[in-house]
């Protein structure tokens, strides 16, 4: 029972140095701001949680010590991190940041419009 | 919902005093015995057996750890492509939700979909403007989840 239990605390670990790397590359290889974020609000925030979660759990089935501020630091990650994404995109979006070149499709544009058809 | 919440843990207590013992069992036991009444009981009140809601934001939460993973997964396969041959762009998805809070949920639930990161929502709280990272593709499929997340918010929120 505890080798698995040590089995599962490795593998979390692993993931979460895994998806962290897997972040630091996106930065670097994606080309504009958005798909940057794409990579960052997500594969950091699961990074994170299971780094955080092999804590625990290390903690808690190793030495018996219940540590509960890391299961609210699990929670608050995962509350907090796509809103950080939003806001830094709409910052992005409406500070003028181009979208890259090979976009497709831009329906913010037509937020203006909308909005003083709708206003009326 | 909160009141039928409330009404249970008074019954809770009531029973603690009837049956004079002041642990967190006897609590227990009160709280399963007074869920049973309010079962009984439940065409009398307004909403919903409160029940049916707590399963429903379990099961959000779920859903919400599942796409998590899918969402890490997609994002792995795009990042560690050799070649960026994706197609990003924005587009416009309408939604019914009303209240704030539970466009706040959509927003990040979409946020922590695969490929998908809300940008902006517009002032009637009636179009989010979503980032995706695969434009052509994706377009058909994400919608569909969304319509699952929007009912499965819907059904928290009923």
């Known amino acids: ?120 | 919902m909160a009141f039928q919440f409330l009404l249970n843990i008074f019954l809770a207590f009531v029973w603690m005093f009837l049956s004079v013992s002041f642990t967190s069992q006897s609590f227990i036991i009160g709280f399963l015995l007074s869920l049973a009444i309010l079962f009984a009981f439940r065409r009398f009140f307004s909403s919903r057996f409160y029940i049916h809601r707590v399963i429903a934001v379990i099961s959000l939460l779920f859903l919400f750890i599942k796409e998590l993973i899918m969402a890490n997964i997609a994002v792995l396969k795009t990042i560690l492509r050799p070649k960026l041959d994706f197609k990003p762009g924005i587009f416009a998805l309408p939604t019914e939700l009303e209240t704030n809070w539970e466009i706040t949920l959509l927003a990040n639930l979409i946020t922590l979909t695969p490929g998908t990161l809300v940008t902006d929502v517009s002032y009637d709280n009636k179009i989010l403007y979503i980032h995706a990272i695969d434009i052509p593709d994706k377009n058909e499929a994400i919608d569909e989840i969304k319509n699952s997340f929007e009912k499965a918010i819907m059904e928290v929120s009923r």
């Open chain 1, 1 to 120: 029972m505890t080798e698995i239990i040590r089995f599962l605390i490795g593998f979390l670990l692993i993931v979460g140095g895994f998806l962290s790397l897997v972040t630091a590359f996106g930065l670097l290889r994606l080309p504009d701001v958005y798909t940057r974020n794409h990579a960052a609000s997500k594969s950091a925030t699961l990074g994170v949680m299971s780094i955080l979660l092999a804590t625990f759990l290390y903690f808690y089935l190793e030495h018996g010590h219940f540590n509960s501020r890391l299961i609210l630091a699990i929670i608050f990650i995962f509350v907090t991190a796509p809103v950080a994404g939003h806001l830094i995109a709409r910052a992005a979006y409406h500070s003028g940041v181009k979208l890259w070149d090979k976009s497709v499709q831009d329906d913010l544009k037509n937020k203006k419009e909308y909005e003083q058809q709708n206003s009326n």
